[in-house]
């Protein structure tokens, strides 16, 4: 096996040069660097990442950090991490928790040391004293965050405007009632969804009722269930704003079973637009996030040159969403729409 002063002899220079090269110090010349780095790739040899650590202070790694990895809104955010990392020179280590404080901290501290940076989605109100610990310890971007920390900068999705700008649609094709099932309770994003609903219904003149206000848990089955309790209330609705579309597949299952036909009976919207959601039959209608964004711009945040250099206050910036119009709402197609309507590509809302 090649080791470091095997690299020092092929290229001509000494081992304290290798290790510069190989730690990306500013004072090797570029020419220096590509001699330095093929007498490696063809020697074969690559340092040992874990002595490299101890000598430069840093493991070139970077955490993620979620609250769960099942299902393609996540594995859509580790995409867009995983990308961006390993365009700046970084591995990445995922984990998962569920919010819950006491296994966030435990999660949190066996990470501390093993990263450079953090990248963590805990959107549950629970979570919010195990990241005020972790603050300060190590760089943390957070995704959806329940709280914002000094110093920590954020990135959220615009959930209040996506839930509002497709109630809004549905109540200007005339639906009335307007149902929703939302997420937890506890949870960031579900009740900014909930609060866009409100708003759209009280925007539109219509009256928000309590009894048409489900919650599931962002599972398939619980849209599922809530579709069922719904469908046993007595003042039925024509529409139904379900908060990801996950839970609307649910829904539309059990609307199915009980044979009542969407849209012709009772028209269903959803949000995330998930892959699978163009493929529905028929087609959901849904907000669009761009999940793989997020991760992206995490990531750019946190190796940003100027959280090192600067005692700057938090960046917290959030991402829009766009009104994705489908069969499931009962829009008609636009004239001259053609099949980007079909892909889910986006048309313009109802006017408010």
Partial sequence: MATIRDVARASNVSIATVSRVFNQSPLVSEGTRQRVTAAASTLGYWPNEIARSLITNRTHTLGLLLPDLHGEFFSEVIHGVDFMAREQGFHLLVSRSNSNAGELTDVLRSMRGRVDGLVVMAPDVDASRA?????????????????????????????????????????????????TIAGPTQNIDARQRLEGYRAALRD????????????????????????????RQRGRPTAIFVANDHMALGVMGALQEAGRRVPDDIALAGFDDITMARYLNPALSTVHVDMLQMGERAVELLLDPERATTSREGRHEVLSTRLVVRASCGASRPRGAGPAWDRGEPVPSVPR
């Fill in 131 to 179: 990241l005020r610990q972790a603050a300060g310890s190590v760089p943390i971007v957070l995704l959806n965050p329940e709280v914002q920390l000094p110093g920590c900068d954020t990135v959220s999705i615009g959930n209040f405007q996506g839930a509002y700008e497709m109630v809004r649609h549905l109540a200007g094709l005339g639906h009335h009632p307007i149902a």
């Fill in 204 to 231: 539109a003149g219509l009256e928000a009722n309590p009894d048409l206000e489900f919650h599931g848990d962002f599972t398939e089955r619980s849209g599922y269930e809530a579709a069922l309790e719904l469908l």
